[in-house]
């Protein structure tokens, strides 16, 4: 019951959260397409990350595109957490890998830093029916977790994920590592995807 009661809160709260990401995508599809092309872009300073990343060379006109943890390429200024990305765009060109990573992969990241569309997460006050941890690899299970009106539900099976809402996992209740980029602002997911084990 106080499952269906928490879902049923949560979803205007998801619809206007998305409602404010979708045209920012869609925007953000020949925008980035442009720009990319255009090589307006070059090596910047990302306060937040305290790393070189490849950014817009305008970030303040096009915040909403930006990338400040990863850059817009998602090379994450050649650090070896990456070299995945690296690896699978080997063969691409510099501008095909900036508009798939900010465009389609990871459209208007910088939403993520906006206060009140990302909440800061507070251990105290999340909360959560399900699981009491994130499901690892293959492992299968679900949560809702929730933390005032931000909320989440996440179901895995072995093959598969299905994630909506901000990204508040049953642990955060103990803590959040220092190192967990979701403790600037927790992000909001939307995922339906196959897991490779």
């Keep these: 019951m106080i499952l269906a009661v ?33 090589k307006w872009c070059a090596p910047r300073y990302s306060p937040k990350f305290k790393r070189i990343v490849l950014q817009w060379r305008t970030p303040w006109l096009v ?3 930006t990338n400040l943890e990863d850059g817009i390429d998602g090379l994450r200024g050649g650090d070896p957490a990456q070299q995945w990305w690296a690896d699978k765009t080997a ?12 465009a389609l992969r990871n459209p208007v990241d910088s939403l993520r830093w ?10 105290r006050t999340v909360k959560f029916i399900g699981m009491d941890h994130e499901p690892v690899k293959g492992e299968g299970g679900w949560y809702f977790a929730w933390m005032g009106p931000y909320s989440c539900i ?31 602002r927790c992000d909001f997911a939307i995922q339906f995807k196959r897991i490779v084990p």
């Design 154 to 184: 996440r179901y895995e099976t072995k093959t598969r994920r299905f994630w909506l809402g901000w990204k508040i996992k049953p642990q955060d209740a103990k803590g959040v590592s220092s190192s967990d980029p979701r403790l600037i």
């Design 6 to 38: 928490r879902i049923l809160l949560s979803v205007p709260v998801w619809i206007l959260r998305i409602g404010i990401f979708l045209p920012l995508a869609v925007l953000g599809i020949p925008l980035v397409y442009l720009l990319a092309r255009a």
């Design 91 to 102: 063969g691409w060109s510099p501008q095909k890998r900036i508009f798939v990573w900010a």
């Design 114 to 123: 906006l206060p009140i569309l990302n909440p800061e997460l507070v251990p």
């Design 63 to 65: 915040y909403p595109w």
